[in-house]
């Protein structure tokens, strides 16, 4: 199929072992991926590097970069260096939940679709395996879409706009085989919200956990580039 008639598809990358899953899942079902990655002031900027090194190797069209200054609102440990990222398991809504961002995330993304003619965005949020973040949950990803389609030209004039989830349901074992399948490097991810300028990730944070939990619930081995043991005195 030529590019000219491909499907175009906005692909939310953060560098991370989701979003990476879901690019290539939707390379997979023969989608041209646009792929959009913010710098919002995230204390974990390798992100950006893993994000950029991904869309190229996985065939983007193109990769976009948007910067914005959530860190200038605070109210998280991820934009706000006061707090601290926990390193031991919590509960409830945790402090590294970003006020407000996949809200802010998919509204440029719906933008960026919009100027493309692509009635396809695809995010990796999930309700299984993840840290609690009410902007993760299925009903706010269709609350979203609904408003979508009502505050856009493409919307209005009945080119309807999907927001795709293809994760949603299943757990970070699950994920990482599909990735598998699919020929995903993860060697190349970075999870780590506290990684280091050199991509080493702090293998103590909830998304590590999660991470390294997801490769033993797989049955593979754990490629992450982790800090080493600190030294015994």
């Not at 006020?99 to 995010?123: K, Q, S, Y």
Request: proline share 4%; aromatic share 8%.
């Amino acid at each position: 199929m030529a590019m000219s008639e491909q499907k175009r598809a906005v692909i939310l990358v953060s560098g991370g072992l989701d979003s990476t899953t879901i690019l290539a899942m939707a390379r997979a079902q023969g989608y041209a991926c646009y792929t959009l990655s913010f710098d919002y002031g995230q204390r974990h900027r390798g992100e950006l590097r893993a994000a950029a090194r991904v869309s190229r190797i996985l065939g983007d069209v193109e990769h976009k970069v948007v910067t914005l200054n959530l860190d200038s609102i605070g109210g998280s440990a991820l934009t706000d260096l006061s707090i601290a990222v926990p390193e031991e398991e919590t509960h409830g809504i945790p402090v590294t939940y970003v006020p407000a961002r996949n809200t802010v995330f998919l509204a440029i993304a719906l933008g960026w679709a919009e100027v493309l003619g692509a009635h396809d965005i695809f995010i990796g949020v999930n309700a299984v395996d993840y840290s609690g973040y009410p902007d993760c949950r299925p009903d706010y990803i269709a609350a979203f879409e609904t408003m979508a389609n009502l505050a856009t030209r493409a919307g209005v004039e009945g080119q309807k706009i999907t927001i795709h989830t293809p994760l949603m349901t299943l757990g970070k074992g699950e994920i990482i085989r599909t990735g598998i399948a699919l020929g995903v490097d993860y060697a190349l991810t970075v999870s780590c919200y506290q990684v280091t300028e050199e991509g080493l990730a702090c293998g103590k944070c909830d998304s590590c956990r999660l991470r390294r939990q997801g490769f033993f619930d797989a049955g593979l081995a754990d490629l992450t580039h982790y800090l080493p043991p600190p030294a015994e005195p």
